[in-house]
């Protein structure tokens, strides 16, 4: 039996019937309109261990960072000619 309480889980009964119960949440999300590669991919990150997980973790935050910085060298360069911008206005008024 799988219970769920807030982000505890508890899990109890013999492989067959939590396999049972885990086809039965599968079949369930996929009625409900759950694509079927997202369902395949939550799986397979199922069986990853930790070191896997945050892995992954670390690597997206490094890519997400990495786009971060790119984004605010842009926005300076924006910002940079915008104001250069102005300045000739200003200028020429």
């Not at 049972?20 to 997202?38: D, M, N, Q, R, Y």
């Amino acid at each position: 039996m799988i219970q769920a309480d807030k982000e505890h889980v508890k899990i109890n009964g013999t492989g067959v019937m939590l396999l049972a119960e885990f086809a039965t949440i599968v079949h369930s999300l996929k009625e409900s309109g759950v694509p079927e590669k997202l369902l395949e991919k939550t799986f397979k990150d199922g069986l990853k261990t930790d070191d896997e997980i945050n892995k992954e973790i670390k690597e997206l935050i490094k890519k997400k960072t990495e786009n971060i910085e790119e984004k605010k060298e842009d926005v300076q360069e924006i910002i940079k000619k915008t104001l250069e911008e102005i300045k000739k206005i200003i200028e020429n008024d």
